[in-house]
C-alpha cells in the first residue's frame, strides 16, 4: 500500500511538472497576442527602433511600446536578464507590417514562449514588428534586440536629468524635450537600454521635505541647547560644579 501511494505521489509531481513546462512554453495566449495598441506616432520615426514609455501608479508597474524596423532579421529573440538568468519578456499587442504595409497580428506569426526567452517569428525580415510590454516603475531596461538607432520617450512630465533621481545608460545619447517629453535618441546602439526616471514636480516636494527636517532639527538642537545651558545654571547655582580635585599631599582643599 505505501508503495502504491510513493508511486502516485511521484506521477503526480511529474505531472505537475510537465503541466507547468507546458505552461511556460505556451504562456502567450493568442488575445494577449492580438490586444490592441496604437502605434502609428512609433511608426513614423525615423530611428531604426521606437520605443514609448507609459507611467504607471503607486501600485503598477508602467508599460511599453516598441516598433522595431527589422532590417533583414527573420526571428527575434526576447528577453529580460535577471540576477541570475535570462528570462523570457512577456509580450502583448503584437503586429507586424510587410514591406507594402499589409498588417498581421500577433497570433498569425509564431511567437513561442520559453524558459529564457521568447521568440517571435515572421515572414518578411524586412517588415516590422511592434510590441508591448512592461516596464518598472519610474525604470526601465531593455536589451537591445537589433542594431541601429534607436528612440525612448520618456513618459510625460518626467525627466531623466537629475543626476539624483535620475540616470541613463548607455552613454552617447542626445536629450530633447518636446511637449514636456523628453525624448533620448541613439544615432548607434548595441548594449542594454537602462532608464530611471522621474517626477519633475517631485523634486520641489522633496526640497520642502529636506527643509522641513533641516528646520525642525535645528528647532530640536536648539531646544536641546537651551535646556542644556538653563541644566548647568541650576547645578553652578547649588554648587554642584565646585572644583573638587585634591591637591598632591591628600589634603583638604585649601589646605597646606
Not at 490592441?36 to 511608426?43: F, K, M, N, T
Not at 515572414?123 to 531593455?142: C, I, V, W
Not at 542626445?174 to 548595441?190: F, K, Q, T
Amino acid at each position: 500500500m505505501n508503495r502504491r501511494l510513493v508511486l502516485a505521489a511521484v506521477a503526480i509531481a511529474l505531472l505537475a511538472t510537465l503541466a507547468g513546462c507546458s505552461a511556460l512554453s505556451g504562456g502567450i495566449s493568442d488575445e494577449q497576442l492580438d490586444q490592441e495598441a496604437e502605434y502609428g506616432d512609433l511608426r513614423d520615426s525615423e530611428a531604426d527602433v521606437a520605443i514609448d514609455l507609459e507611467d504607471g501608479s503607486m501600485i503598477e508597474d508602467g508599460e511599453f511600446r516598441a516598433v522595431y524596423d527589422l532590417n533583414e532579421t527573420e526571428e527575434l529573440s526576447l528577453y529580460r536578464s535577471s540576477l541570475y538568468r535570462d528570462e523570457p519578456l512577456d509580450i502583448n499587442s503584437v503586429r507586424y507590417w510587410y514591406p507594402n504595409g499589409t498588417e498581421l497580428t500577433g497570433s498569425e506569426l509564431t511567437v513561442e514562449q520559453g524558459q529564457s526567452e521568447t521568440t517571435v517569428q515572421v515572414p518578411d525580415g524586412n517588415g516590422t514588428l511592434a510590441f508591448s510590454g512592461e516596464a518598472g516603475r519610474k525604470t526601465f531596461q531593455l536589451p537591445a534586440f537589433v542594431e541601429g538607432s534607436y528612440v525612448v520617450t520618456v513618459p510625460e512630465g518626467h525627466r531623466t536629468s537629475n543626476f539624483l533621481f535620475g540616470d541613463v545608460s548607455p552613454n552617447g545619447y542626445e536629450r530633447e524635450v518636446i511637449d514636456d517629453r523628453e525624448r533620448l535618441s541613439w544615432a548607434e546602439l548595441e548594449n542594454t537600454i537602462s532608464l530611471r526616471y522621474y517626477l519633475t514636480r517631485d523634486i520641489p516636494l522633496f526640497l520642502g521635505l529636506v527643509g522641513t527636517v533641516a528646520v525642525l532639527g535645528g528647532i530640536g538642537i536648539g531646544y536641546y541647547y537651551r535646556q542644556v545651558k538653563q541644566l548647568r545654571k541650576q547645578r553652578e547655582k547649588f554648587g554642584l560644579d565646585i572644583d573638587t580635585d585634591d591637591d598632591s599631599d591628600g589634603g583638604p582643599p585649601g589646605f597646606p
